[in-house]
């Protein structure tokens, strides 16, 4: 399959490349970038020079770019994605948008929070959670792969709520990121000797991605879910763990927990359930596109507490459209993807 | 005033000896380790070298130590300082001990959640939270100083629960600390390659700070506070952001959440209120005795978020514990505690 | 090909146990631990979890593992690769050792540095440097895998000492690690905060490192090659940067250095010449088996300054052992080891 | 002493307000910046929120200011010092600057170095190294405080070449920076997830404190010195450690070495001879403004190579502005840096 790549100089879209790099079927066609145009990827990230050296496009002529390609990838700001997923509706290629331009079934809350006009509202898409939403990737137009956050949260969430063992109104995710998570443009509050030795909370009760857990938590339920969701910034590169607290229903028990959690991801090849008591760390998935799990039970307050562990630009990101991308191909689903983490 | 440092090569112990360096009014008597006794302890943290050269005893000959101190800091782990304060019970010393065994009013409590036998139940103790029980600490002969997490926690929620402003079931608290809070003991876990890039939640549910902040809530309230606490590990050296989650009662405002911290904390040097929408961050207070605090209100949960920052070895240990020492003395409470911030 | 590797729970054998999952003619036979036997790899290494649960054995009777390998990979301390060499000798099982016992052409020069009486100096064994030693590697029957910080120094200097164009008595190499680089065992001094945000050098004019890079120059140049060489310690994980300093010889041009390293490297895949002018960095690398090389002449000394990037477990263990194994297979060099550095 | 601090935001001169603050005899009259002109101070930095909130302000009418201070300290780019230090040529202030406009004895190394015109050639300037130049600083107008990178080479070879021990054009020094060197404006370079777990060399052959080295050396000998210095960026906040080389003249022992030491700093009190064979860290030296140095001579290449810590924004910079001003003054020559470093 020929794949492109636009907006492929953030970290997101150069997590893409390597991947790309590494799948047995997936050709790289175009990458683009509006102020790189012109230079090669690997002047922008060296550390890819000998392996892909093409030439950054500007993807101003984006159905000429389409029209080369099977499948088109967007690493843009929320917004951009929107505009491409218009222009190109009538070209067979099909999208996978690693931004939240098409996350939400409901436009109007994308709108609220985002804070942006949605101009592409009646575009088919789906929710691109692999785990949770499988059947309808397999044949989507555009795929809104789900955000990193996101994903680490929901994941925790959704057998609990999926089995009605807690009460959706107690839910509270306390999440952790690296600073990969919050994109290449240099600005002080990134500044190296700003972060390094320092650890800070930030957008309480406004972040973004609040809404998308929401919607995926609803949806999986059939309840109304109302959350509250921190995120933090830990001084590293990589990687999320969520923290996750819901009181449990009365008569809940652990094995009921255990359960849950068994029959939705028993089978699942990415989500690496380490059990009742355990502690995933980033580093247990750093690389790679695992989401490990483990759960806790306080039995004096009755709330379970959920941790998960991703890579934020690979499960988190680049992985999970490979994943989502995989799908839809109909290839399996591990492909390009099969390799362990890299430790320590 | 003559002091004496028990246990003095813990990360603790040596903070200690940074501060009492600075003290206009404290001299150093004697500085005790079992595992070093007879080593300066310049060999042992080479950053010394020239300023404090004092030799380390044993601590074995402890009512010697004793009969040449104003007053004694206790830098060992649990279990330790009771037995010493049970030997000087009749001597004139004064004792601020860093760890937990003169932290409970109940020491049922303490042997539930220590795992060890309480044998100094009767002792003559306060609770060290400067700010909650600064006329206790006047006149105390037992000075239990405030442990780490406890200290950035009670600090948190003691507005709240004081006003009566948040349900006392719905607390929890989600921490972070950097490593220097594991001490200095060398094993796999705190390994430099294990930890680097890497975080981690532990001790869900059942970590041992978790029945001190209870106490001081309850005590504080009248309620009986019972909360979920979570600790995780920041790769970092130093620094505890405490992340604490309450829900409001039903006609709270939020100016009256404002107030209730501006009354308990508005004429507090050592706690910087940085009002409501701010992020502390620990790089704020590194170095030094301050806890800064921000809170936030989030309308749709109905949930009040506050986010406090201390440095766990300063507020969180050896500075409370010179605070507490100068409230013993009358001396004015910043004395030697009295410098900024080391910033970045 | 069986490959089975001796002393799997360092850092270097967990890093040989990610390259062979991903390596497509490598099937693991068996793993031995000494202090973990019995035990499952990815309990000692979570992030196999999955992809790798094989149980690590003894190995005791190592002639029996032998007779079930193709290829053995010896990660243990110096001084017993040895022993299990003698063992093997008439076994058609092939070695690559990770340590030192097999590197030096004088086992007297071992014996100085590195204070142990060797025990098999007449092996039939060859330096395993890829780039410089390719032919012997192809049949060898033991293969002494080239250590960490000899990698990066020696493909620095390589092309200078060769083509003569280098005072010989004149290198100075100052080298830089991750802590990786110092096992896994805990110990105070590699203690998470005693070397976050903390930088030293060790091994002055004694690191152990030093006899094997001037062996491999001499071998290069024909000339009694004596060096000075540094390690220091860097907070990060993993990657070396080696930064070489020799003078130049009185009419040597620039463009006589360019075409040194030209000539050399011009074909190898896994060193990239990033040019005169260049600096190349750790994390241009991470993850990957190539060594990137910069040079800049200093016309005020007639000095060249060589900088390389490597990862020290990577082409500095690891991936040089692979990338041997694929030579003594008659494979392609880069079999299991095409993949992308990962970044950031 | 009434003191301002002009260009008072970037790190050099919020170090400089710390040590200020705990200064018992500076008292802070203006602090200036032209970006944040009419901010306080305490939003740039919070960590100063309370202790210090002064307003900063324009330096445009840099007259005012001066004539209502006893001292300025200059932290501004190169180039700019030398028209303030013009404008207030006459007038009884006396200046401190802490970049390098006059730090040289000739102004034309200045311009070919920093490549921009001098236009206060005959300023009268003594070079700010406190332990090398004390008697001159006394009495001077203008004090061009050294360098970071130059205090720590600087420091290490002086009694070196002094005492005429070793070859004056054999000298190399590497050095190594935490990032807060680079200064606080944001770029990609410095961005934290760029550097972390990263490093780098840059300025190899062409660093501007080459020839500030060169001139203090050869100021100390009497000799032509000329180098090779190397800088490199340490994935941490703070601290240099320089390791630099040089060939020992024929007959030179290692007990020569040592008394040239000892002959030139036994009496200083923040030159910290750790002694031959030791290890001095950069933690060992944090927040202080201690130089710490140990050495080794390599018998094999009769080479001796020197080991110097120091925090880059204290010794390096702001503390080594507060002990010139303390020399300058007539005070103890600790006054305001009388404290530990703050370890870990």
Redesign the interface.
């Known amino acids: 399959m020929k794949v492109s790549v636009i907006g492929a100089t953030g ?1 997101a879209g ?1 997590e893409l ?2 991947l790309i ?2 799948h047995p079927k997936a050709e790289l066609a175009h990458i683009t970038s509006e102020s790189h145009a012109g230079d090669k990827i690997s002047s922008v ?8 050296d093409n030439e950054l496009e500007s993807m101003e002529d984006i159905e000429r770019i389409a029209s080369d390609s099977d499948f088109i990838f967007i690493g843009l700001p929320a917004g951009h994605a929107m505009e491409i997923g218009r222009r190109l509706e009538d070209q067979p290629v099909r999208i996978i948008d690693l931004g939240a331009d098409y996350r939400f079934d409901d436009t109007d809350v994308y709108e609220k929070w985002y804070k942006v006009r949605h101009t592409h509202k009646d575009a088919k898409r789906v929710y691109g959670l692999a785990e949770l939403n499988r059947e309808a990737i397999k044949t989507a137009k555009i795929i809104g792969n789900a955000g990193c956050y996101t994903t680490a949260s929901i994941l925790s969430l959704a057998p609990l709520v999926k089995a009605h063992l807690v009460d959706v ?1 107690s839910i ?1 995710v ?1 999440a ?1 990121s ?3 998570g919050a994109g ?5 509050a ?13 957008g ?2 406004t972040h973004r991605h609040t809404p998308e857990i929401e919607q995926a938590l609803t949806n999986i339920s059939g309840e109304d879910v ?3 969701f ?1 995120p ?1 910034l ?6 999320i ?1 969520a ?1 996750a ?1 819901a009181t449990l229903k009365d008569s809940v028990t652990a094995e009921a927990v255990d359960e849950a959690f068994e029959r939705l991801y028993g089978d699942e ?1 990415f989500v ?1 359930l ?1 059990g009742r008591g355990a ?10 596109n695992f989401c ?1 799990i483990g759960w ?6 009755h ?1 379970v ?1 959920v ?1 998960s ?1 991703i890579d934020n630009l690979v499960k988190g990101a680049a992985g999970q459209a490979i994943q989502n991308f995989n799908i839809a191909c109909g290839f399996d689903e591990k492909m390009g993807l099969d ?6």
């Not at 830990?234 to 990687?239: I, K, N, Q």
Request: charged share 25%; net charge positive; aromatic share 16%.
């Open positions: 970290y150069a490349l390597r790099y590494g990230y060296p550390h890819l020079l000998g392996l892909c109104k509270i306390d952790k690296g600073v990969s290449r443009s240099a600005k002080l990134n500044h190296f000797p700003e972060l390094y030795d320092n650890f800070k909370a930030y309480v009760a109302l959350i509250n921190t933090h830990v001084p590293m590169s990589r990687g763990l923290t607290y090849y690496r380490r502690y995933p760390e980033t580093k247990y998935v750093r690389g790679s490990d806790h039970i306080d039995e004096r307050t709330r507490i941790l562990a390799f362990t983490p890299v430790y320590p």
